[in-house]
């Protein structure tokens, strides 16, 4: 493993945690070198019919950080997550997780070397109970096996320490006083909480989180941030999709971002916020103009550009009120 991860402040605002610098090589731009990649994907695309849904030239993920893959909806972060983790078949390219070519290589093999994901709808099994929720995600069970589990005194031992390693995950997700409950009785967020501590049953190299903050109560945000930023303490690697600029402000160590199908930028996340090619991803035009400032609705300084545009917004305004008074008189 390469000690060229270098923690380094600024630590991220919410959370007080060290962020990780010195990740790449060279300048911060889409594709760029990776000073120990975990994963490296090469000229990966995905089309269904006419439509390209993923065209990824070179995308290497850093080691031991924290990676956010952003952009608009229908960039392609999903399918890409699909297509890496096995899930779905590209039309051309090759990838490597740890050094192990993973293209056509199936989901459930490549959850066992060691990558493993969540999902945006979260997948717990409703009529089973929490505790048996998390020993499904356990790898290498002997009672798996037809003729052994006939056998009690073959599995019975694996299966109590397991089921000891799913108590103690639980409770570092707060969630063992809910292990005997059925997984249909849990919140939303308590569903991711309950997928992410799964992932966790098989000890993996790399967690890949699909929207980890979707429809989970505020609440319990916080919670899923801290549980998001020990991964990376406990040696993990973590690579998620969010949509939440803040969330990936707060606990990114590197972003990526994708427009239709593409990597257009790369880096620290405080760099990335301000590279014109994102704004114009989210935006879909450039906007050098702070309109929080113009509108009042933050305090700052107006530049020449920002003072024309709010005498234009009041001429507009001072005409449509004495249009409206002279039709009114």
Same mark, same amino acid.
């Given at each position: 493993?390469?000690?060229?991860?270098?923690?380094?402040?600024?630590?991220?605002?919410?959370?007080?945690?060290?962020?990780?610098?010195?990740?790449?090589?060279?300048?911060?731009?889409?594709?760029?070198?990776?000073?120990?990649?975990?994963?490296?994907?090469?000229?990966?695309?995905?089309?269904?019919?006419?439509?390209?849904?993923?065209? =990824?030239?070179?995308?290497?993920?850093?080691?031991?950080?924290?990676?956010?893959?952003?952009?608009?909806?229908?960039?392609?972060?999903?399918?890409?997550?699909?297509?890496?983790?096995?899930?779905?078949?590209?039309?051309?390219?090759?990838? +490597?997780?740890?050094?192990?070519?993973?293209?056509?290589?199936?989901?459930?093999?490549?959850?066992?070397?060691?990558?493993?994901?969540?999902?945006?709808? @979260? !997948?717990?099994?409703?009529?089973?109970? =929490?505790?048996?929720?998390?020993? $499904?995600?356990?790898?290498?069970?002997?009672?798996? +096996?037809?003729?052994?589990?006939?056998?009690?005194?073959?599995?019975?031992?694996?299966?109590?320490?397991?089921?000891? !390693?799913?108590?103690?995950?639980? /409770? #570092?997700?707060?969630?063992?006083?809910?292990?005997?409950? *059925?997984?249909? +009785?849990?919140?939303?967020?308590? #569903?991711?909480?309950?997928?992410?501590?799964?992932?966790?049953?098989?000890?993996?190299?790399?967690?890949?989180?699909?929207?980890?903050?979707?429809?989970?109560?505020?609440?319990?945000?916080?919670?899923?941030?801290?549980?998001?930023?020990? $991964?990376?303490?406990?040696?993990?690697? =973590?690579?998620?999709?969010?949509?939440?600029?803040?969330?990936?402000?707060?606990? /990114?160590?590197?972003?990526?971002?994708?427009?239709?199908?593409?990597?257009?930028?790369?880096?620290?996340?405080?760099?990335?916020?301000?590279?014109?090619?994102?704004?114009?991803? *989210?935006?879909?035009?450039?906007?050098?103009?702070?309109?929080? =400032?113009? @509108?009042? #609705?933050?305090?700052?300084?107006?530049?020449?550009?920002?003072?024309?545009?709010?005498?234009?917004? #009041?001429?507009?305004?001072? /005409?449509?009120?004495?249009?409206?008074?002279?039709?009114? +008189?």
């Amino acid at each position: 493993m390469s000690n060229n991860n270098i923690p380094a402040d600024p630590a991220a605002p919410r959370t007080g945690r060290i962020k990780t610098v010195g990740l790449h090589k060279g300048e911060a731009v889409p594709g760029c070198e990776k000073n120990d990649p975990i994963l490296v994907a090469d000229h990966v695309t995905r089309r269904f019919g006419g439509l390209t849904a993923v065209d =990824v030239d070179h995308l290497e993920i850093p080691r031991n950080a924290i990676t956010a893959l952003i952009g608009p909806n229908g960039a392609g972060k999903t399918t890409l997550f699909n297509l890496l983790c096995g899930f779905d078949k590209p039309n051309t390219g090759k990838w +490597s997780f740890d050094g192990h070519q993973l293209s056509g290589i199936p989901s459930f093999k490549v959850a066992r070397m060691g990558q493993v994901r969540t999902f945006q709808l @979260t !997948k717990a099994l409703s009529l089973l109970t =929490v505790l048996e929720n998390m020993k $499904l995600g356990a790898p290498d069970q002997k009672g798996e +096996s037809f003729f052994r589990s006939l056998i009690p005194a073959i599995w019975r031992t694996q299966d109590t320490e397991l089921e000891a !390693k799913a108590m103690d995950l639980l /409770a #570092r997700f707060k969630l063992d006083n809910k292990a005997q409950d *059925y997984a249909a +009785s849990l919140s939303g967020g308590q #569903r991711k909480l309950l997928e992410m501590a799964r992932a966790l049953m098989r000890d993996p190299n790399l967690v890949m989180l699909d929207e980890p903050m979707a429809g989970v109560n505020p609440a319990l945000t916080q919670s899923l941030l801290d549980h998001i930023l020990d $991964l990376k303490e406990l040696g993990m690697t =973590v690579l998620f999709v969010e949509h939440d600029m803040n969330m990936v402000r707060h606990i /990114a160590d590197w972003v990526v971002v994708m427009a239709e199908g593409r990597v257009v930028a790369e880096g620290p996340p405080e760099s990335v916020m301000q590279d014109q090619a994102v704004i114009d991803a *989210y935006l879909g035009s450039h906007q050098d103009v702070d309109l929080g =400032v113009v @509108t009042g #609705r933050y305090s700052g300084e107006l530049d020449e550009s920002a003072s024309e545009m709010l005498a234009e917004i #009041r001429e507009e305004h001072e /005409a449509a009120v004495q249009a409206a008074e002279e039709e009114n +008189s």
